[in-house]
């Protein structure tokens, strides 16, 4: 009798885990497909920007000509079109967080380097919040001069440095 239980108790016990197993699978399987989804209408429309999705996790760089000019946090004008059409996709997969990171080239001083990163990556989500973004899904992260994508020795090289990444993550809280 006490054996009968005691698989029988195994047995509840095992079960529950494996239910616990698929119900963590289906809730990955759904987050997987929701990101894809979102991968794949950021990349139809913000065609000219490198879109790539890695684990669940979306990161969009604008072409860097269309940002910032040397020592601004204001956005070029020509740069509006495209952040809309983000926006709109942005607006239709809600149910993500968007880091938004500041870059510099590395030419003035650190300290003022360390502001500008800050103030582009807050004035691209002041953009982005115009086009009814909701901005409770934002966070900012100025990154200076680190992290270059091109050579800082030669002019192309720097205006290319000066962007903002975004990182698209998944809202696991809703």
């Known amino acids: 009798m006490k054996r ?15 239910s616990a197993c698929s119900v963590q699978q289906r809730i ?3 987050r997987h497909s929701y990101m894809k989804r979102a991968y794949l209408g950021m990349k139809d429309s913000v065609n000219g920007a490198d879109v790539s999705i ?4 979306i990161k969009i760089l604008f072409p860097e000509d269309l940002l910032f000019p ?5 956005l070029l004008p020509s740069t509006m079109p495209l952040l809309e059409r983000f926006a709109n996709v942005l607006n239709k997969y809600s ?12 030419t003035g ?16 989500g002041d953009v982005l919040k115009s086009f009814n ?5 934002f966070y ?14 030669t002019r192309d090289g720097r205006r290319k440095n000066r962007r903002v990444e975004f990182i698209i993550l998944y809202n696991y809280v809703k």
């Open 4 to 18: 009968n239980l005691f698989f029988a108790v195994m047995f509840l016990a095992v079960m529950s885990v494996l």
């Open 28 to 30: 990955a399987h759904k």
């Open 54 to 57: 890695l684990n669940d996790t």
């Open 70 to 74: 040397t020592g601004k946090s204001e």
């Open 95 to 106: 149910n993500t967080s968007i880091l938004i990171n500041g870059y510099t080239d590395n």
């Open 109 to 124: 001083r650190k300290a003022f380097n360390a502001q500008l990163s800050v103030d582009r990556a807050k004035n691209t």
């Open 133 to 137: 973004v909701n901005s409770s899904r």
């Open 140 to 153: 900012y992260w100025g990154r200076g001069s680190v992290n270059p994508v091109a050579n800082n020795q």
